[in-house]
């Protein structure tokens, strides 16, 4: 008797969304021992680093739903991770993305998450998103605005410390991805 | 609606030693867990956690069969499913080498959980995963882990130093070929 679990493999544009690899280890773990990692937690240690790759794996197998190692179609690169997420200590469900050293600025982040935010609508059903931002975090508040988000209200993460909630359009008025999959 | 392009499954097989079953990690496990890991008892492997990090350790204990392609079970008593502690096969980014490790809840010593899922974990690292040696890691005052250690016929094979734990003795099971 085994346990199962699968993740769903989602396409846009220029990214592939698809379940966290070991090879994603060196990529994931520069990032999260950078000081690009001080909104979400790091810099930490490569021992945690590990440990925050293999837990998004976990997630998913936990609750169903989690979030997305983005693949760069052009160059099949690791660049950042984005998906539905909810663990403890959140105040909700959540939207959320990492971008990579080398993957900001390309609007990768807005691309994923509406795929991500299309997926908890319409797949999983759910009526309402946010997304938890660090208020200096003035680049995640700005691919917030892009989704549509707005602030909603002020929440004390037992970790993170001080955040933002902000909080996604519903299913019926949310943008949706206008491209999904180039594969017949 | 969004439709995947294709999937990625994991597959975590289960086992059963009579009153004990071998399974993957699951939600209903979380309290059993994070109380494990709130108390003192976590000492000796990383903790004491909140239940935040006791969720992303639990959540790391099933990606680390993905990632790794072995892990550790949740230990249960067969007949209730109440989890009795975590023992498997493992080897995150700066371990010296793979080993068994173990792990047992409050009130469920003296029951051998420990080491009857440790023998079971010794043998399907060699017997399905192939492998020909294995080591144990144990902080050098945890004599009860040092004593199942023994118990099982490893000896004393040098000592390593892991970002989270710190120094860890480490013990080298009996071979393939000896057990």
Redesign the interface.
């Known amino acids: ?11 846009t544009e220029r990214l ?1 969304l ?5 090879g994603d ?1 060196d990529v994931h ?1 520069a990032f999260f021992m950078s000081e690009r990692a001080k909104f979400v937690g790091g810099p930490t ?15 998913w ?3 169903g739903f989690g979030r997305w190692a983005l693949e760069e179609k052009a160059t099949g690169k690791f660049v950042g991770i984005v998906g539905n997420y909810h ?3 959140f105040p909700e469900d959540e939207l959320g993305w990492d971008l990579f050293d080398g993957a900001t600025g390309k609007g990768y982040a807005t691309e994923a998450a509406l ?1 991500a935010r ?2 908890a609508y ?2 999983l059903g759910w009526t309402t998103l946010t997304s938890m931002i660090d208020p200096a975090n003035t680049a995640s508040a700005a691919v917030a605005t892009r989704l549509g988000a707005a602030y909603d209200y002020d929440f004390t993460h ?2 993170f410390g001080p955040v933002q909630i902000w909080r996604h359009p519903g299913p019926d008025t949310a943008q949706r ?1 206008t491209y ?2 180039s ?1 017949p | ?14 086992f059963r030693l009579d009153d004990l079953t071998l ?5 209903s496990d ?1 309290d059993a867990y994070a109380e494990f890991r709130a108390s003192d008892r976590a000492k000796g492997v990383g903790g004491p956690n ?3 990090q ?11 069969w ?3 392609g072995f892990g550790r079970w949740m230990v249960t008593e067969t007949h209730s499913d109440t989890p009795l502690g975590v023992v498997g096969l493992m080897a ?3 371990w010296p080498e793979p080993e068994i490790a173990w792990s047992v809840f409050a009130g469920a010593e003296g029951k051998s959980v420990a080491y009857r899922a440790a023998i079971f974990a010794r043998r399907y690292a060699y017997e399905v995963l192939g492998w020909s040696t294995v080591i144990s890691c144990t902080t050098p005052d945890n004599h009860r882990s040092q004593a199942l250690a023994q118990r099982m016929g490893a000896t004393r094979d040098g000592e390593c130093h ?3 734990v710190g120094r860890l003795l480490i013990w080298r099971h009996l071979s393939a070929e000896a057990v």
Do not use: N
């Open positions: 008797m085994t346990v199962t679990f699968s993740a769903p493999r989602l396409e592939i698809r379940a966290p690899e070991i280890q773990a240690t490569a021992e945690r680093a590990w440990r925050l790759l293999a837990l998004e794996v976990g997630h197998v936990l609750r663990p403890v200590g795929a299309a997926y319409d797949t037992e970790h991805p999904y999959r594969l | 609606m969004i439709e995947p392009i294709g999937h990625t499954t994991l597959q975590i097989p289960t399974r993957a990690p699951a939600m979380l909140t239940r935040v006791a969720e992303q350790k639990l959540e790391a204990l099933i990606g680390h993905h990632l790794h995150p980014c700066d892991v970002d989270d």
